[in-house]
């Protein structure tokens, strides 16, 4: 009841339709928005971010998501992890006639250059198209963060709790059966080990903008 009603309250006080409210069972801190229409927008938070955050921190929290909603940036990402998937499955098919292509005219001793080359070609453009529309996915998901952590502030003028709020997230985010980083991204932090999905990989990559970042901005309102 106490989740309901600030997600109701904040829905009414920014004309905005109730999305459904799910539980994420797992201690650590962590909240996400989903969806693509009004009938299938959702809020998803945690259990420990339920019962470790204060009522103002929640309130933020559950704000910033709403910003998603509202923003329908949760609409745009949903639609660029879709392509991103469209691509990764192109490159593997011709990838794949590129290889069974080059074995069959390697058995029957044929070049086969012509038709080798319009699938090389083809695979270099899905590549290409695969690795462009990833660094479109990781650019919307960086800005994204920011925008809704500003969303949060425009509709709590509480810009201290958001930053209380991340502090907190900050030391524990790690949602334990989140595998797949395309629906991670989706998180106000992202829910696994920093370790395993930093290292290594230049700030391009990111799904997030440091959460470090977000609270200094956050603590100069």
Do not use: W
Not at 51 to 77: F, G, P, Q, T, Y
Not at 155 to 169: G, Y
């Amino acid at each position: 009841m106490r989740i309901y009603n600030m997600v109701e309250n904040l829905c009414v006080s920014q004309g905005m339709s109730m999305p459904r409210i799910d539980l994420i069972e797992d201690d650590s801190l962590n909240a996400f928005a989903s969806g693509i229409s009004d009938s299938t927008y959702t809020i998803s938070l945690s259990h420990g971010l339920i019962n470790k955050l204060n009522d103002e921190e929640l309130e933020a929290v559950i704000a910033h998501e709403l910003s998603h909603i509202r923003n329908r940036d949760v609409r745009l990402l949903v639609v660029s992890i879709v392509f991103v998937g469209i691509f990764a499955m192109l490159t593997q098919i011709a990838f794949r006639g590129l290889l069974t292509t080059s074995h069959q005219s390697r058995s029957n001793n044929k070049s086969g250059g012509g038709v080798i080359l319009i699938i090389v070609a083809t695979s270099v453009v899905v590549g290409i198209g695969y690795i462009f529309s990833n660094l479109m996915r990781f650019a919307i998901s960086k800005s994204r963060e920011y925008i809704a952590d500003t969303g949060s502030v425009e509709m709590t003028q509480r810009p201290q709790a958001l930053a209380s709020a991340l502090k907190k997230i900050a030391r524990n985010p790690n949602i334990e059966a989140m595998e797949r980083n395309d629906i991670a991204q989706l998180f106000i932090d992202h829910p696994r080990r920093r370790e395993q999905f930093l290292s290594g990989i230049s700030d391009l990559f990111d799904t997030h903008p440091p959460i470090e970042k977000r609270i200094t901005i956050l603590e100069q309102y």
